[in-house]
T-cell receptor, first 115, second 113 residues
Framework: GESVGLHLPTLSVQEGDNSIINCAYSNSASDYFIWYKQESGKGPQFIIDIRSNMDKRQGQRVTVLLNKTVKHLSLQIAATQPGDSAVYFC??????????????FGQGTTLQVKP | KAGVTQTPRYLIKTRGQQVTLSCSPISGHRSVSWYQQTPGQGLQFLFEYFSETQRNKGNFPGRFSGRQFSNSRSEMNVSTLELGDSALYLCASATAGLGYEQYFGPGTRLTVT
């Protein structure tokens, strides 16, 4: 079945370093991918998205890369700050969602930022 | 602009009871999706409503149901609660169309004893 997974459950980085969070997806027909950040006690917060016709998209301190050949998605966070500590999820809008809001989420990577 | 609101934030129920959770989307958003989040299964899609119609449904038993009102507010209901229904229930709203941003509420923490 389709799934969106992350390579590492936990990532620990030093404050100021760059962070890279990876995600592998299985549905090659998916058109839309999103990264979410979830802090303790809160709902997921939208970070950045990318469509399948793009390879890269940049936001403020964040970059998402999409490699459709190997079905791989990554989130890069520049100059990681303590406030970036959270669980990060990648999500996929699968083809069978029929133009609806159904998202398939990965299991999440916990980012720990060391001061 | 106010965010997505969910009520109640916390709920404790007993096995066999039923529960109704409420979600008010961001003003102007016509799509509301519901997700269940548990430590073991992660975030799983329950269903999505758009203009009072269910557009898509996840792989959950019929005990889970929902509806949407004309003002886009949505409710989800779980009947005959089981211990395994204990979870964080998240609601997300969006404008419309494929690949649109979904904005999540803080969730309702349901505990079934």
């Amino acid at each position: 079945g389709e799934s969106v997974g992350l390579h590492l459950p936990t990532l620990s980085v030093q404050e100021g370093d760059n962070s890279i969070i990876n995600c592998a997806y299985s549905n090659s027909a998916s058109d839309y991918f999103i990264w979410y950040k979830q802090e303790s006690g809160k709902g997921p917060q939208f970070i950045i998205d990318i469509r399948s016709n793009m390879d890269k998209r940049q936001g403020q301190r964040v970059t998402v890369l999409l490699n459709k050949t190997v079905k791989h998605l990554s989130l890069q966070i520049a100059a990681t700050q303590p406030g970036d500590s959270a669980v990060y999820f990648c999500a996929e809008n699968p083809l069978d969602s029929g133009n609806t809001g159904k998202l398939i989420f990965g299991q999440g990577t916990t980012l720990q930022v060391k001061p | 602009k106010a965010g997505v609101t969910q009520t109640p934030r916390y709920l404790i129920k007993t096995r066999g009871q039923q529960v109704t959770l409420s979600c008010s989307p961001i003003s102007g958003h016509r799509s509301v999706s519901w997700y269940q989040q548990t430590p073991g299964q992660g975030l799983q899609f329950l269903f999505e409503y758009f203009s009072e119609t269910q557009r898509n449904k996840g792989n959950f038993p019929g005990r889970f149901s929902g509806r949407q009102f004309s003002n886009s507010r949505s409710e989800m209901n779980v009947s005959t609660l089981e211990l395994g229904d204990s979870a964080l229930y998240l609601c997300a709203s969006a404008t419309a169309g494929l690949g649109y941003e979904q904005y999540f509420g803080p969730g309702t923490r349901l505990t079934v004893t």
